[in-house]
């Protein structure tokens, strides 16, 4: 549900990988001038979905790029990287991230909400402060955040993508025993997350979901259909509401 197809070495080689494996796989872009080259990635597969993003860890960089954000908006069904992050990397920067996600979300809400795929690096609590009362369906990639804020997401409606990196840490795993199970997607956030000294690619959910089947003690094959069938109601449940 979450990575970054147009940033590996070869992003084409990669596709036509996912492709021959029919795998479905969300592409998030990292900004709007991305989103078109990106699309490109996807033709011919239609598995192979393309999130409109725009990265807070670039919104000091691209902060003009929101009116691209807006030009493309209505050609994407899912929006993703989007969020804050309140690393002390970038820390500095929040205010533009924040005026940025600001806008961002205006902008889905104003095109009637969309999917989206959530970066919260050490800024949860501002995170949910914003997507309160949001259109749209959010989910929270990669969470990290405290107990008591992933009860507040739950509460709120979010979904969770998690992938091999967070899972193989304890607080990842501490924290997946608090999410609903039909709430939770799979994600690699390759090529930036590794496993096992690796980088992820798409197809590597697959060790996440040997992960789920070990922390929920249940078969394989049933944490696949769970997924599946996740994913399918995600993307209902998106379609009624807009």
């Known amino acids: 549900?979450?990575?970054?197809?147009?940033?590996?070495?070869?992003?084409?080689?990669?596709?036509?990988?996912?492709?021959?494996?029919?795998?479905?796989?969300?592409?998030?872009?990292?900004?709007?001038?991305?989103?078109?080259?990106?699309?490109?990635?996807?033709?011919?597969?239609?598995?192979?979905?393309?999130?409109?993003g725009l990265h807070p860890q670039l919104a000091h960089h691209r902060s003009h790029e929101v009116e691209l954000f807006?030009?493309?908006?209505?050609?994407?069904?899912?929006?993703?990287?989007?969020?804050?992050?309140?690393?002390?990397?970038?820390?500095?920067?929040?205010?533009?991230?924040?005026?940025?996600?600001?806008?961002?979300?205006?902008?889905?809400?104003?095109?009637?909400?969309?999917?989206?795929?959530?970066?919260?690096?050490?800024?949860?609590?501002?995170?949910?402060d914003e997507l309160e009362g949001a259109l749209g369906v959010p989910i929270l990639h990669w969470f990290t955040g405290s107990r008591s804020e992933l009860k507040r997401a739950v509460d709120m409606g979010c979904w969770f993508s998690v992938g091999p990196a967070m899972l193989s840490t304890k607080k990842g795993a501490d924290l997946l025993s608090l999410i609903p199970r039909h709430r939770v997607l799979t994600e690699t956030d390759g090529p930036f997350a590794k496993f096992n000294g690796k980088t992820l690619n798409p197809w590597d959910c697959e060790a996440a979901v040997e992960q789920l089947a070990n922390l929920w003690a249940i078969p394989k094959e049933d944490v696949c259909h769970m997924v599946k069938t996740n994913l399918k109601n995600l993307v209902a449940t998106s379609s009624s509401d807009h």
């Open 1 to 52: 549900m979450h990575c970054h197809l147009d940033l590996y070495p070869d992003p084409a080689k990669v596709a036509a990988e996912c492709r021959k494996r029919g795998i479905y796989v969300l592409s998030v872009t990292t900004t709007p001038s991305a989103w078109h080259g990106t699309n490109k990635l996807a033709l011919g597969n239609e598995k192979i979905r393309t999130a409109l």
């Open 70 to 128: 807006n030009a493309f908006i209505s050609e994407a069904k899912y929006v993703g990287e989007i969020g804050l992050d309140g690393s002390k990397e970038f820390k500095d920067h929040w205010k533009i991230q924040l005026k940025v996600f600001r806008q961002v979300l205006k902008s889905i809400n104003n095109a009637g909400g969309r999917i989206m795929t959530i970066h919260s690096r050490s800024s949860a609590e501002a995170v949910l």
